[in-house]
């Protein structure tokens, strides 16, 4: 990109849009592993456990329409703007 | 995507996308849908290989033409093809945003798929009644498991069928609602698409060894 002589921008941003943190992923996979563990084991009652676990945490995460947000464009604007002034000053 | 710019010294080439552009919110759902079907395909694939190999070895047990209600057989996979067509109906309902209709064809959907699993059940039941449980023959043992992981299959699509119809009920066919909608539709036609190849392979071949 130095090669071709880009430029960075300082102006023009836009808002960026980002998913949302969710502990979903997390949580199966710990059930998962109690599941896997149980199952070799022979602990049905463990293996039962952690199955419907999986299955409630999957369904209720389903639930959840919440999952996306936008980093506003005064932050983003704040953020390249520092960025701008640091560069600068190192000249 | 880049687009050129020109600037004082005319050759920069701008790295960056410089037109507006949205990321709808479900744009790539169907891509993984797609990826996570042709997984269980594998799955699937693996299983009708291990029935392939096992499926005539009956250890002088029980033979598919002495266990197979081939009757029985051919009302679940009825339901299970006409539960297909009436999802069909249930997605050309959601295109014209119509809620109640929709909601009425996915419960059609739900109860003929109900059918076949319960019709599993009862003949899984049956078998072992008869002592044809799956440690008898290693026809047995490959038989349980590809039939069983179908019939696991259509009880898990029915569970999402029944929260989907929950969650339509509570905010009504929302974008994110219409691309769950479309992804049990795919799921429930895949399913429909390897019970072809069960029926086929296990029950019609099975009848004719």
């Known amino acids: 990109?130095?090669?071709?002589?880009?430029?960075?921008?300082?102006?023009?941003?836009?808002?960026?849009?980002?998913?949302r943190n969710t502990r979903a992923g997390?949580?199966?996979?710990?059930?998962?592993?109690?599941?896997?563990?149980?199952?070799?084991?022979?602990?049905?009652?463990?293996?039962?456990?952690?199955?419907?676990?999986?299955l409630a945490v999957a369904i209720f995460h389903t639930f959840n329409y919440d999952r996306d947000f936008y980093i506003p464009v005064e932050d983003v604007v704040a953020a390249e703007d520092a960025r701008t002034q640091l560069l600068s000053a190192g000249k | 995507m880049s687009t050129k710019v020109q600037t004082v010294d005319g050759d920069a080439v701008a790295f960056y996308d410089l037109d507006p552009h949205e990321h709808p919110a479900h744009?790539?759902?169907?891509?993984?849908?797609?990826?996570?079907?042709?997984?269980?395909?594998?799955?699937?694939?693996?299983?009708?290989?291990?029935?392939?190999?096992?499926?005539?070895?009956?250890?002088?047990?029980?033979?598919?033409a002495d266990l197979f209600n081939l009757p029985l057989?051919?009302?679940?996979?009825?339901?299970?093809?006409?539960?297909?067509?009436?999802?069909g109906?249930?997605?050309?309902?959601?295109?014209?945003n119509k809620q109640g209709s929709t909601q009425l064809w996915l419960a059609i959907t739900g109860v003929?798929?109900?059918?076949?699993?319960?019709?599993?059940?009862?003949?899984?039941?049956?078998?072992?009644?008869?002592?044809?449980?799956?440690?008898?023959?290693?026809?047995?043992?490959?038989?349980?498991?590809?039939v069983g992981t179908h019939a696991?299959?259509?009880?898990?699509g029915i569970i999402w069928l029944v929260t989907l119809m929950v969650q339509i009920g509570q905010r009504g066919l929302v974008p994110a609602n219409q691309v769950r909608v479309q992804c049990l539709s795919m799921f429930w036609h895949f399913l429909d698409v390897i019970w072809i190849g069960v029926f086929t392979v296990v029950y019609l071949m099975g009848m004719l060894r």
Request: charged share 10%; glycine share 10%.
């Open chain 2, 89 to 96: 109906f249930a997605m050309l309902e959601m295109e014209q």
């Open chain 2, 112 to 146: 003929l798929g109900a059918v076949f699993p319960g019709l599993t059940l009862y003949e899984f039941y049956h078998m072992i009644h008869e002592g044809a449980v799956p440690q008898r023959s290693a026809f047995l043992s490959s038989f349980f498991v590809l």
């Open chain 2, 27 to 64: 744009g790539s759902t169907m891509l993984g849908f797609w990826l996570y079907l042709m997984s269980d395909c594998l799955i699937f694939a693996t299983l009708f290989a291990i029935y392939g190999v096992l499926g005539g070895n009956f250890a002088a047990g029980p033979s598919p």
């Open chain 1, 26 to 54: 997390i949580v199966l996979a710990g059930l998962s592993v109690a599941l896997g563990f149980a199952l070799i084991w022979y602990m049905w009652w463990l293996a039962a456990l952690s199955f419907v676990g999986i």
């Open chain 2, 152 to 156: 696991l299959h259509v009880t898990f």
């Open chain 1, 1 to 19: 990109m130095k090669k071709r002589n880009a430029q960075r921008p300082v102006e023009g941003f836009r808002a960026i849009h980002m998913p």
């Open chain 2, 73 to 87: 057989v051919a009302v679940s996979t009825g339901a299970l093809l006409l539960s297909s067509i009436t999802y």
